[in-house]
């Protein structure tokens, strides 16, 4: 299948309570594992890419290729997007001249005039070639130098204007933090969720900062109108987890336990049973 737009798979989503799971991609084993689970799971995903790690991966053109490739390659039925993630404005428009199907373009940090502005042109480009748009109100809290944001929680009625800018999804800060929660963390606001949820006429909404939200706060989330979910810390989590306990079994130096193939190979199943958990307890399985 070729890659889609996150546009159908999302609006089934909300129309029948549930959520896709955005699980960010950083190399070849990532995007991989995260394509085989989907498929073992029948259920539509969003791969996520941060610009950072589109870098990392040698620009966005190199990123669609190689999911292209696997997609043919690993036969993957399901539908698949492959979305940036935090975009900037000129990073947006890039992807959308590269390939990709979906885009995100983050313009919380302007004022609300002047992202909805750049939110609009953005949509007037990608629409024109059938790729859905994230658009972001409020702002995702994060740990930067030791420093821990409960972030900006969005105002239901700027979300109601960002929402009828023609976007396919919104992301709302609602009090959720990139990376892992720290131990005094208040939880979601989900007055604010639901009050968004019913101001924003449908639209599928978003929940960043997928690792480490309650299962139960996930679902009651789902129930209010969030039909996509970002994970990302968690699969480099386990992926690291594995691997160190590979190396610290001292595996690597068991005949050809150096092999790369091998060394890898704990991480990169990790991330499939991680994968595969979230799609269950976001009600995606069997949703392809
Ligand atoms: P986590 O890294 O907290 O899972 O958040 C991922 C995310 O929201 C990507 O946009």
């Known amino acids: 299948m070729k890659i889609v737009s996150a546009e159908t798979m999302l609006k089934n989503a909300r129309k029948d309570g549930y959520a896709v799971g955005q699980f960010n991609i950083n190399n070849l084993e990532w995007t991989k594992a ?30 669609v290729n190689m999911v292209e490739g696997m997609l043919e390659a690993l036969n993957i039925t399901v539908p698949v997007a492959i979305h940036l993630d ?42 024109a070639k059938g790729i859905s748009v994230e658009a972001e109100v409020g702002s995702i809290g994060g740990e930067e130098d ?22 396919t999804m919104l992301a709302a800060g609602i009090g959720n933090i990139h990376g892992t929660y720290p131990d005094n963390w208040e939880g979601l606001r989900l007055d604010v969720l639901k009050e968004i949820g019913e101001t924003t006429d449908r639209i599928p909404l978003v929940l960043h900062g997928g690792t480490g939200i309650p299962d139960a706060m996930v679902t009651e989330a789902i129930s209010y109108g969030v039909s996509k979910i970002n994970v990302n810390t968690e699969c480099q989590l386990v992926f690291a ?12 130096k068991v005949g050809k336990g150096f092999d790369p193939r091998k060394l890898l190979k704990p991480g990169y199943e990790a991330i499939i049973r991680v994968v595969q958990e979230k799609m269950d307890l976001f009600g995606s399985s069997n949703k392809a």
């Open 34 to 63: 995260i394509l085989t689970a989907a498929q073992a799971k029948q259920s539509p995903v969003i791969l996520g890419v941060s610009e950072g790690a589109a870098k990392y991966m040698v620009g966005y053109k190199t990123v």
């Open 241 to 252: 987890a594995a691997t160190r306990q590979y190396i610290e079994a001292g595996k690597d």
């Open 146 to 167: 030791g420093v821990t944001g409960a972030g900006e929680i969005a105002d239901p009625e700027e979300c109601r204007r960002i929402a009828a800018t023609g976007i």
């Open 86 to 127: 935090h975009g900037s404005y000129e990073g947006a428009l890039e992807c959308i001249e590269a390939g990709f199907s979906s885009v995100m373009f983050d313009g919380s940090h302007y004022p609300i005039d002047e992202n909805l502005a750049k939110t609009k042109a953005i949509v007037a480009k990608a629409k």
